[in-house]
Structure formats: C-alpha cells, structure tokens
C-alpha cells in the first residue's frame, strides 16, 4: 500500500504538455466562475471583476481589499477509475507492476497548491475608477513518458507575479430606455521565474525532497498586455448586462531570458535579460451575458442569477461546443451560494459560503472541461476549494 500511494502522490502532479506553458495565459483562478459553467464575462459584483472584463469595476458598488488567497485543486480522470482497479489492486499488493496503460491514467492527474495574495483597491478620480491588482501563484507540473521501457517524468515548476492596472468608466446612460454602456482597458505585466527537469526516473522522484537547484534548468521572463472590454446594462436595477472582451489584443509577447553566471543568488543562476526565445498570447475575443432573475423563494433562492459566455470567437481550430459556458447562481439562508451550470458540455457546481461576522469566504467547486479537440474525447474533472480573507 506504501508503494501504491507513493505512486499515486508523484503521479497526481502531472499536468498535460509542458510546451502549452511557453505562451502563458493570466488567469487568477475563480472557483465561484468554475462552478457557475464557466461564465465570467458578465459577473461584475466581487473582487475578481478586474480580470473578468475591464469594464465590470465600473459597476462594482464596494471596494474590495483580498489579503490571502488559498487554493488547492485536484484533477484527473475520475470517471476512469473503476478500469483501473484491478492494476492499482496488483500494485498494492506487490503481484504486479504499472503497465503503460495505468501510466498514461496517472500522467493526466495534477494538484494544484498556491497562495496568491491579491490586492484590489478602487480610486475614484473624476468620472473614472482606476484600480489595481497584483498577485502571485506557484505551479508545480509534472508530465509523465511511459511509452519507454523504464518511465520517466518531466517537471516544470513555475511562478507567476502579475500587475494588473485598470481604468473603467460609463461611456454612455441613455435614461429613456435605462441603457448604460461601460468601457474599461487592463495592462498587465507578468513576470515568471520558471524550473524545469526532464527524464526524472521513479527513484529519482523518491529522492526529489533533495533535488539541488543547480541541476535544473531554471530561466526568467517578462511580457506585457491589455485587454479591452464593454459592458451594457439594461434595466433601471441594471439587471440585464451584455458583455464584450479582446483580451491580449497587444498581442503580449513573453520573452525568456538565457541562464549566465552574471545574474544568481547563491550558486543558483537566474539570467541577465539575454533573449532565449519568445512566444506569443494571441487575441481572444469573447460576448456573454446574464440576467437577475431576483427572488424565487424568499429566504431558500434569492438574487437568482444566469449567465452565459461565448469565448475564444477568434479561433477557427477550436470546436464551436467548446466556446460555450454557461451556469447560474442564488443565495440561499443569506450566507450560502448555490452554484450549478455546464462547462464545455459538462456539468459543473458548487458552494460559496461567506463567514457570518468574520471577513471570510470559502468557495468550493466541481467542473469538468475538454483538453481535446472534441467534446468527449479528453475529459479532465476539478474539484477545488478557496479561502479568501476579504474586506
């Protein structure tokens, strides 16, 4: 059994392909959007509307201040596990050993650990709110090769710090019909420091609490972006919104930098700023919409709340069923948030609760999402919860 779950812990770092990581995307991870399908485009009301369209701090009515934010997230196949019972039954007993198959399952499990202290403040300068948003993430991937005689592992770890500021307004009120349009732009700079080891042996994983630094390669990068975004409101209690975002529209350019010895701390080399390389995030245009419904039942759903999103409209490689997100939300004995929708073709919920008293809230989440090029053909499931200290 030791041996089993020895496996299993190394395995559940695994991640998909490292080469995906060469064109970074910025994305603060939002359990309350996963378990809502997805949608973000149009939910303008907590501390992750600065990055979920530019314009939606315009329509935030409070400033928010996010001193800690914790997450963990496990992910993997799951619906897959009963095949594999009888591999991992073998395996603890000592009667077999991990066969190809069972490799490629593990490689596809992850965890994700990090803390991303988040600050978000609204200035009110004349008609305009300008806000700021740093944070920070370390990632730790890992990505299985059991096609060979004697598997190995490839690790990459990395970690993000971005600056985001933004600067939003309404643009146009058009009292007769209560119709308000809102615009907003972001600039990001996003600085990563990023540690990589290929062909790892299982032993070599055992041993990897004693892994030295100077063995791995380990390079640094800088990019900057924008994005741009609209949000429309309808109705006099602005309870219809309409949404649109180009984000990377700058076409944000990463580049890496070469390790030297000029550049290190201790015996660990870091670069100097010497070009290794670039990769580009390319444009993403995405609409989306939601709708307040309001009260249903008094107490048991109130402020019901549906939405929908339709992203990535630039891309024409990209599976139509694929851009589509959509999820609901309502708040229930006034601290629980209730959460459901259907994320890339599947379905995704979850529970928000905010602390009574205490300046607290803690988000958890279930989605599933597509890593093929078609629905069905490589389903990765979510579960994640976060803790956020917010004022």
Do not use: C
């Not at 000592?94 to 988040?118: E, F, H, Q």
């Amino acid at each position: 059994m030791k041996r089993l779950f020895a496996v299993v812990l190394i395995s559940a770092l695994a991640a998909g392909s490292l080469a995906a990581l060469d064109a970074p995307q910025v994305d603060i991870l939002n359990l309350r959007s996963k378990a809502m399908g997805g949608v973000r485009l149009s939910i303008n009301d907590d501390q992750y509307s600065i990055m979920n369209n530019p314009a939606g701090t315009s329509l935030l009515e409070r400033s928010w201040v996010s001193l800690v934010q914790a997450h963990f997230v496990f992910s993997g196949d799951f619906l897959s596990l009963y095949d594999h019972k009888d591999s991992f039954t073998g395996i603890a007993s000592g009667s077999s050993d991990i066969d190809n198959s069972t490799w490629n399952y593990l490689s596809r499990m992850k965890i994700s650990v990090g803390s991303a202290p988040l600050y978000f403040t609204m200035l009110n300068i004349l008609p305009f709110n300008i806000n700021l948003a740093v944070f920070n993430s370390l990632n730790v991937r890992m990505k299985a090769n059991p096609d060979i005689p004697v598997p190995t592992w490839d690790m990459l770890a990395y970690n993000d710090t971005v600056l985001v500021a933004n600067i939003a307004t309404e643009v146009l009120d058009i009292k007769s019909i209560d119709m308000a349009l809102h615009f907003g732009v972001n600039g990001k700079v996003i600085n990563r420091v990023q540690y990589r080891k290929d062909k790892m042996d299982l032993f070599y994983l055992y041993n990897l609490g004693s892994l030295d630094l100077k063995e791995m390669e380990i390079r640094r990068g800088l990019a900057f972006g924008m994005d741009l975004g609209f949000v429309a409101t309808f109705g006099e209690k602005k309870d219809l919104k309409a949404s649109l975002t180009l984000s990377d529209f700058y076409a944000t350019r990463f580049a890496w930098t070469k390790p030297t010895s000029t550049d290190s701390i201790g015996d660990v080399v870091f670069g100097d700023g010497t070009d290794a390389g670039a990769a580009y995030i390319d444009p993403s245009l995405a609409i989306g919409g939601s709708y307040r419904v309001g009260t249903i039942i008094p107490v048991l759903i109130e402020n019901l709340t549906v939405a929908l999103d339709i992203r990535d409209l630039f891309d024409p490689d990209s599976n139509s069923f694929l851009k589509v997100y959509a999820g609901f939300e309502f708040s229930m004995l006034g601290f629980i948030k209730l959460r459901g929708g259907v994320y890339q073709g599947y379905l995704s919920g979850g529970v928000g609760i905010d602390v009574p008293i205490l300046p607290i809230e803690i988000d958890f989440a279930y989605w599933a999402e597509e890593l093929g090029e078609y629905p069905g053909q490589e389903r990765l499931d979510n579960i994640g919860v976060t803790l956020n200290i917010v004022f």
